[in-house]
């Protein structure tokens, strides 16, 4: 427990130094209320975003992840005319992605791990899970199955109707606002589970042992383990950028992959 | 650990006499794979299919589960001619989607979901994670985020080409394969990692305590803890029905949900 809350400490006093005020307001909410409670402690997060991502010219399997780029990134609904303006520069393979909510959560204890689980899913981010390393890190996983995936040029050539893409628009930026809508329902399920359980608030260089009540409930019918937490490999808790997919690969046809 | 053995030969009961041989063969191979070893037990599966999925006509919020209708699931690569024909019938929002391998596997405990979560990474498949419920039930699930969400009507209009229906059915035929290929994978790494594991075979029926020297050290290192297991609300080890969505909700256009 100890050695969570050091290690805590010295990736939030990083994160002071790093891309501060470049999390959109709703997630920095998201990450302010977890980041003040001693258990947890996000590693990354994505607000959500619409993506125009192109593979190589030519299909074929094995092209590496390096191959790909991304014409167009947008975490706020976007326009028919800029889609069109960043397919003018596509010569391969684009498709076209809207990406849900994502955020990385490493959390002290496996029930820990649970309350964030259980707000994760009720809030309507059903693929939300756990991940428990072999060193004993826990990490959260708050995800959505809420996207979009279109294929929309093949070796450089338009396949759609400019009609299309701004219908298409339209369906994302839909998309885009329920995301929104679940971020607020997270963060106040969150809010009201944390009050609930009680919790313990702590400042980024303190550590603490002060537990309430029903925490000590929770932590008695599981069997209290130190634990070996490393550093997350991935880095300052900001957002993803183009190119960072921990998630998932960038399948645009099979064989092209991120 | 003697509870999820009972548990576990009363599902598979159960199962001899539901829809045997329904499952893919390669789905079906997996799936006897795992419940031949005695701490895990598979709840449902898909081994991946294409669907046409309509919602309501009106485009509105809140529109119920029950007004989505399926036009189309194949769990083969399919034609042009095939989708096609299946749009004939639309007469609200159509959106084409490929949906990859899932499978739900329940663990007798924390390390049985690890060593299956990292197969399943392992093996292409990066939204995997685990859940642990309330009443100490562990759920692995194998998830991955190589899709297709394609819209192709508003309010039964048909907003793309033949062309482009064909170039779709072409990429998601692909997917499909790519999709084969890593259930096979899947396969051969779980294999070897129970090889290595050692694991414990065991009848539908009879429960079993003999641990092999590699698992007796995994346990060391967590604390065992007795586990009362409820049995999954999911029902039979088969494959997803069309409506059979407990992993997400199908929402085609923000507002319309399953």
Redesign the interface.
């Given at each position: 427990m100890a050695a969570f809350g050091r290690w805590k400490a010295q990736r939030l006093a990083r994160q002071d130094c790093s891309r501060r005020g470049a999390l959109d307001e709703r997630v920095a909410g998201v990450v302010r209320l977890l980041n003040g409670r001693a258990p947890f402690c996000t590693t990354s997060s994505c607000s959500g975003r619409l993506v125009l991502a192109e593979g190589g010219a030519a299909l074929s399997a094995g092209i590496p992840k390096r191959r790909c780029r991304w014409l167009l990134v947008a975490h706020e609904p976007c326009g028919c005319a800029d889609v069109m303006a960043a397919l003018e520069n596509a010569t391969g393979n684009v498709v076209f992605k809207f990406e849900p909510f994502v955020l990385h959560v490493l959390c002290q204890e496996?029930q820990d791990?649970?309350l964030l689980?259980s707000v994760a899913i009720e809030s309507?981010f059903?693929?939300?899970?756990?991940?428990?390393g072999?060193g004993g890190k826990i990490m959260m996983?708050v995800?959505?199955?809420?996207?979009?995936?279109?294929?929309l040029t093949?070796m450089g050539k338009l396949?759609?109707?400019e009609?299309?893409i701004e219908?298409?628009v339209h369906?994302a930026n839909?998309?885009m606002?329920?995301n929104a809508t679940r971020i607020d329902r997270f963060y106040k399920h969150l809010e009201a589970a944390l009050e609930a359980a009680g919790g313990v608030s702590s400042s980024p260089s303190t550590d603490t042992g002060q537990v309430h009540a029903v925490y000590v409930r929770r932590r008695k019918r599981?069997?209290a383990?130190e634990q070996d937490v490393l550093p997350s490999p991935e880095g300052h808790n900001e957002e993803l950028e183009p190119g960072d997919d921990p998630?998932?690969?960038l399948?645009i046809?099979?064989?092209i992959t991120l």
């Open positions: 496996l791990a649970q689980h309507g059903k693929n939300s899970g756990i991940t428990v072999r996983a995800r959505s199955a809420h996207c979009l995936e279109v294929p093949h396949m759609v109707s009609e299309y219908f298409l369906v839909q998309k606002e329920e599981k069997t383990r998630e998932g690969s399948d046809f099979a064989g």
